[in-house]
Structures are given as C-alpha cells and as structure tokens.
Nanobody, 126 residues
Framework: QVQLVESGGGLVQAGGSLRLSCVASGRTFGRYAMGWFRQAPGKEREFVVG????????DYADSVKGRFTISRDDAKNTVNLQMNSLKSEDTAVYYCAARNPGRTAVGVRVSEYEFWGQGTQVTVSS
C-alpha cells in the first residue's frame, strides 16, 4: 500500500554523524505515524525512534536519546533521522516504518507498524 525507501546509510567513524532519509510513495493518503527501527546481525529488530502524524510528539529509545533526532517534512511524506555521536553499537540495518492510516500515535513495537522500507546499512567503525 505504502512504499518506503531509505537512503543515507554508509560507513562512518565513531563520533561521526549520518543523516538518513525515508521517502514515502504510493497510497500515502491518511494519517501515518512513522518510526525508525534497526537490526544488527543475529539480533532482534529494535525500536529507535518514532514520530506521530503531526510531528509534534516523538519517542526515543534510551540508547539514542540525546544523539538522534527525527523530523518530518512539510508534506509529511518524508521522515529524516539525524544521527550524531555515533557509536560502534549503532551499527545495524536501519528501517523506516509506517503505521496503518489513522494510527497517528507513536508506536514502539515492530508489530505496530504495517509498512517497511528495504533498510539501509549503517556501519560505525571504532
């Protein structure tokens, strides 16, 4: 229903920064809360940050709070993730996700999101 495409991943040294972007297309009609998740090899996909439909409310995982910032553009079809002070433990595939239309509040569980991007690799070297 909704197509999500992430970009901006890459290799960065510890302490550096990256900015990820997620562009939504297709059936974007409706009010979607958005989120970012990440998954390291052999580990479970985990919540990073979410933002509600209006962009006024956010929820950050403790592991990234103070270092990462999520934002939405004016058209509400793009979500960005600014990642600063990156650590080696941030290395993972990062996924953009959207909830069902009408699910305006932030969700923190994988099961709360219906649409997913293909993921973008973030590798932080120490």
């Amino acid at each position: 229903q909704v197509q999500l495409v992430e970009s901006g991943g890459g290799l960065v040294q510890a302490g550096g920064s990256l900015r990820l972007s997620c562009v939504a297309s297709g059936r974007t009609f409706g009010r979607y809360a958005m989120g970012w998740f990440r998954q390291a090899p052999g580990k479970e996909r985990e919540f990073v940050v979410g933002i509600n439909w209006s962009g006024g409310d956010t929820d950050y995982a403790d592991s990234v709070k103070g270092r990462f910032t999520i934002s939405r553009d004016d058209a509400k079809n793009t979500v960005n993730l600014q990642m600063n002070s990156l650590k080696s433990e941030d290395t993972a595939v990062y996924y953009c996700a959207a909830r069902n239309p009408g699910r305006t509040a932030v969700g923190v569980r994988v099961s709360e999101y219906e649409f997913w991007g293909q993921g973008t690799q973030v590798t932080v070297s120490s």
